[in-house]
T-cell receptor
Framework: DQQVKQNSPSLSVQEGRISILNCDYTNSMFDYFLWYKKYPAEGPTFLISISSIKDKNEDGRFTVFLNKSAKHLSLHIVPSQPGDSAVYFCAARAFRGKNSGYALNFGKGTSLLVTP | NAGVTQTPKFRVLKTGQSMTLLCAQDMNHEYMYWYRQDPGMGLRLIHYSVGEGTTAKGEVPDGYNVSRLKKQNFLLGLESAAPSQTSVYFC??????????????FGPGTRLTVT
């Protein structure tokens, strides 16, 4: 079952506007959330993260908000730029046991297109 | 630093053939992972390793085997390739100490086609 869900496969935003990408999760044991960005034919690259004990983390144009009661997080990009056009993956970390350590669960991704 | 490298970048196999994908990292990370990415499916974890000599199953382990004989290398093996294993494979590594972000660093991917 999909424990991390990104229900919007795609999003189109005009340059300069705000992009909001959403992510929902079902496992209350997730302790860390991360966003990755992926360009075609490249590996994903880390963008920003947030601990489950925080509700907001900001890094330049990127802000991640976490609402634990709703099991929901969102990534805000302000202002959006054409170079932000990529697929964005939401991921959540959980402890899988003494011999299995930690691993990430990824959502299916949202393809963001920023138009000039 | 090269980061995470993957060999080969592309490969075409016939059904039933075997192959090994090699992942190498030079960041002294304890954890290493193998994912596959398929259209509309996101990144799915195949196997991972929390340290040299250890391996653990992810969400889609069937048909794959892994080995971590050296800390810097993580091998993914397909013993008898099937068309359903046509995918892009990504390796990643991470540090699991008192890191601030626990981010995983990804390689550039291997595009595998099984005919």
């Amino acid at each position: 079952d999909q424990q991390v869900k990104q229900n919007s496969p795609s999003l189109s935003v005009q340059e300069g506007r705000i992009s909001i990408l959403n992510c929902d999760y079902t496992n209350s044991m997730f302790d860390y959330f991360l966003w990755y960005k992926k360009y075609p034919a490249e590996g994903p690259t880390f963008l920003i993260s947030i601990s489950s004990i925080k509700d907001k983390n900001e890094d330049g144009r990127f802000t991640v908000f976490l609402n634990k009661s709703a099991k929901h997080l969102s990534l805000h990009i302000v202002p959006s730029q054409p170079g932000d056009s990529a697929v964005y993956f939401c991921a959540a970390r959980a402890f899988r046991g003494k011999n299995s350590g930690y691993a990430l669960n990824f959502g299916k991704g949202t393809s963001l297109l920023v138009t000039p | 630093n090269a980061g995470v490298t993957q060999t080969p970048k592309f490969r075409v196999l016939k059904t039933g053939q075997s192959m090994t994908l090699l992942c190498a990292q030079d960041m002294n990370h304890e954890y290493m992972y193998w994912y596959r990415q398929d259209p509309g499916m996101g990144l799915r974890l195949i196997h991972y390793s929390v340290g040299e000599g250890t391996t653990a199953k992810g969400e889609v382990p069937d048909g794959y085997n892994v080995s971590r004989l050296k800390k810097q290398n993580f091998l993914l093996g397909l013993e008898s390739a099937a068309p359903s294993q046509t995918s892009v494979y990504f390796c990643a590594s991470s540090y699991q100490g008192l890191a601030k972000t626990y981010e995983q660093y990804f390689g550039p991917g291997t595009r595998l086609t099984v005919t």
